[in-house]
């Protein structure tokens, strides 16, 4: 069974920067697309970055990149995000999702209902 745990969250200033962790086990490591989600209150949640285990695609919204990079630690089996220059808008509840895939990249891409494993959330709130 794969459990995800994130940690990370927490209230921040506009302009400032914020690093989320999500500690993975359960699963074989090289062959899920594994990402962050948001979901702010009142909105659906959306895709913020994901990557495939087992190659070095990644994806990222138009809406953080420049300002969101996701990276792993395959060793320690725990995904990254850190952003930087946050903004009010970037206030939401993030995810940390998974699923298994096969072909090198992500045919699930940023859309949330194609992840099966989900963590328990971690809170970010920018303020202006």
């Known amino acids: 069974q794969v459990q995800l745990v994130e940690s990370g969250g927490g209230s921040v200033q506009a302009g400032g920067s914020l690093r989320l962790s999500c500690a993975a086990s359960?699963?074989?490591?090289?062959?899920?697309?594994m990402g962050w989600f948001r979901q702010a209150p009142g909105k659906e949640r959306e895709g913020v970055a994901v990557?495939?285990?087992?190659?070095?695609?990644?994806s990222t919204a138009g809406s953080v990149k420049g300002r969101f990079t996701i990276s792993r630690d395959n060793a320690e089996n725990t995904l990254y995000l850190q952003m930087n220059s946050l903004k009010p808008e970037d206030t939401a509840m993030y995810y940390c999702?998974?699923?298994?895939?096969?072909?090198?990249?992500?045919?699930?891409?940023?859309?949330?209902?194609?992840?099966?494993?989900w963590g328990q959330g971690t809170q970010v709130t920018v303020s202006s």
């Open positions: 990557l495939y285990t087992g190659s070095t695609y990644t």
């Open positions: 359960g699963y074989t490591y090289d062959n899920y697309c």
């Open positions: 999702a998974a699923v298994e895939r096969s072909g090198g990249f992500c045919s699930s891409g940023l859309v949330w209902n194609q992840y099966l494993y």
